[in-house]
């Protein structure tokens, strides 16, 4: 019913910036969070970025100072501008979305980010 499209990844050497997208589409009456995550090989997922309904943000410690997120409710997107890029940032990125009064959560099909040294 919800479908979440991310963009946005490729190669970039260290200290380049990146900026992902998520759209979602579908029936959507209300969206309490979006998000992003990322894994990487052998790693377990993690938190990158989140933002809630209200507009606050939460960002793992790792990417703190460097990445960004943002959204646009009237697109249904999200966005994660991410700066000063370190090879550790390479991993798969997947976007979230939290709907609904029961608050179900949507993932997008992951986009590759790829640092270079």
């Known amino acids: 019913q919800v479908h979440l499209v991310e963009s946005g990844g490729g190669l970039v050497q260290a200290g380049g910036s990146l900026r992902l997208s998520c759209a979602a589409s579908?029936?959507?009456?209300?969206?309490?969070?979006m998000g992003w995550y990322r894994q990487a090989p052998g790693k377990q997922r993690e938190l990158v970025a989140r933002i809630i309904s209200g507009g606050n943000t939460n960002y793992g410690d790792s990417v703190k100072g460097r990445f960004t997120i943002s959204r646009d409710n009237a697109e249904n997107a999200v966005y994660l501008q991410m700066s000063s890029l370190k090879p550790e940032d390479t991993a798969v990125y997947y976007c979230n979305f939290d709907v609904g009064i029961v608050n179900a959560r949507y993932w997008g099909q992951g986009t590759q980010v790829t640092v270079s040294s």
């Open positions: 579908g029936s959507i009456c209300r969206i309490n969070a």
